[in-house]
């Protein structure tokens, strides 16, 4: 059975940092595009970053460019996603996510707090 598990959210105060992981199991994801996602109280989920399994190629929403970034580890089955200079407002759940254009997969999400 396929499963993404996310780990690493926190409390953190503004300017710091915090590294998610995302495990996934049950299948091989070779082809997958590996995303994370976020959703703050009251808001719509937002895409964050995208990394190609196989290709590693990256993409980021705009206003995340520069401080966070997307990795993963092909050995592990982990998706890592480093945040860097966080901001009160990037206090959300933030949801791992595998899409081939055909299945979608959602982890159970992880909270990130910052505090200002």
């Known amino acids: 059975q396929e499963r993404l598990v996310e780990s690493g959210g926190g409390l953190v105060q503004a300017g710091g940092s915090l590294r998610l992981s995302c495990a996934a199991s049950?299948?091989?994801?070779?082809?997958?595009?590996m995303g994370w996602f976020r959703q703050a109280p009251g808001k719509e989920r937002e895409f964050v970053a995208v990394?190609?399994?196989?290709?590693?190629?990256?993409y980021y929403a705009d206003s995340m460019k520069g401080r966070f970034t997307i990795s993963r580890d092909k050995a592990k089955n982990t998706v890592f996603l480093e945040m860097n200079s966080l901001k009160p407002e990037d206090t959300a759940v933030y949801y791992c996510n595998a899409n081939n254009g055909w299945r979608d997969y959602w982890g159970q999400g992880t909270q990130v707090t910052v505090s200002s």
């Open positions: 049950g299948r091989t994801f070779s082809g997958y595009y």
């Open positions: 990394i190609g399994w196989s290709s590693g190629n990256t």
